[in-house]
DNA sequence: ATTGACCTTAAAGTTAACTTTAAGGTTATG
DNA sequence: CATAACCTTAAAGTTAACTTTAAGGTCAAT
């Protein structure tokens, strides 16, 4: 089996190797290996949790939220703890949808009536933004 | 014409006193006037400033991008060039639903594989996340 | 044997948008 | 006249998710 040290994981995985320390001290990549002269001695399947971590990203989960389902994942827990992770995960991304939809629509609105031509006074986008609700 | 202290103005516009004078180093805010004793004094107008603000940070703008539209604001300056920023801001907002939508798509449709009982190992949502794109 | 590219740790810096703390002066009330 | 509730400034702390810096040890190549 290929072993890797910090800097090819890093190669490998395309995250810094003060970002794997960083996890590290995080508790979302586990302790590992070390030579007689202490360096980080990676096994192969460190690259695919790395990927995992930054899928997550991706996906908007927070570092917070990542370590709970490794640590499930780690321990084989129970997935209907994955699954709440998620839901919540989910409902979050809606409502965000939902309020960006909401600016965009009134957003878009603005810039349609406002000419881009004259003078800040009586400008379409700024009135908009000073509007009460 | 009324005028108030910090802790009124704060009051009336919900944004607490120091972020007020924190607006004020950061020059969305002008210095106020000053009374004898060196307390701020502030023109009823205060209040739809930092109302401005507030609207402006719920439409996603930084701080930095509302400094800019006070900014032109003051100087009764080029229509253009707020159009310009409310359009890049638009772009932003439309980015951040097109990436969340087919997040959510994703995500969606893994809870729903996902029956929430019986161990992690093999569990939909680690491996929809654990998917190489 | 020396250079350069790695690796180690610990600690401090980054960004945004504030909040909190510290240390003190002022004003209103009983 | 004392006490509480204001106000002042400057500086440090907060959060997330790292990055950068400092000071030094190791390894591969020339």
Redesign the pocket.
């Known amino acids: 089996m290929k072993t890797f040290?910090?800097?090819?994981?890093?190669a490998q995985s395309g995250?810094?190797?003060?970002?794997i320390?960083?996890?590290e001290r995080e508790n979302l990549m586990p302790d590992p290996a070390?030579?007689?002269?202490?360096?980080?001695r990676y096994p192969e399947d460190a690259i695919a949790r790395l990927q995992f971590?930054i899928h997550a990203?991706q996906w908007g989960?927070?570092?917070?939220e990542i370590r709970e389902l490794l640590m499930l994942q780690d321990a084989n827990g129970d997935r209907a703890e994955a699954k709440r992770i998620a839901s919540e995960q989910l409902e979050k991304i809606r409502h965000q949808i939902q309020s960006l939809s909401r600016i965009e629509a009134v957003l878009s609105k603005t810039l349609e009536e406002c000419s881009g031509e004259g003078p800040m006074d009586g400008c379409p986008i700024v009135e908009a933004i000073a509007q009460e609700r």
Chains 1, 2 share one sequence.
């Not at 070390?34 to 980080?40: A, I, K």
């Open positions: 040290n910090i800097g090819e994981l890093s995250v810094a190797s003060h970002a320390r960083f996890y070390r030579t007689q002269s202490n360096y980080r971590i990203k989960f927070t570092l917070e």
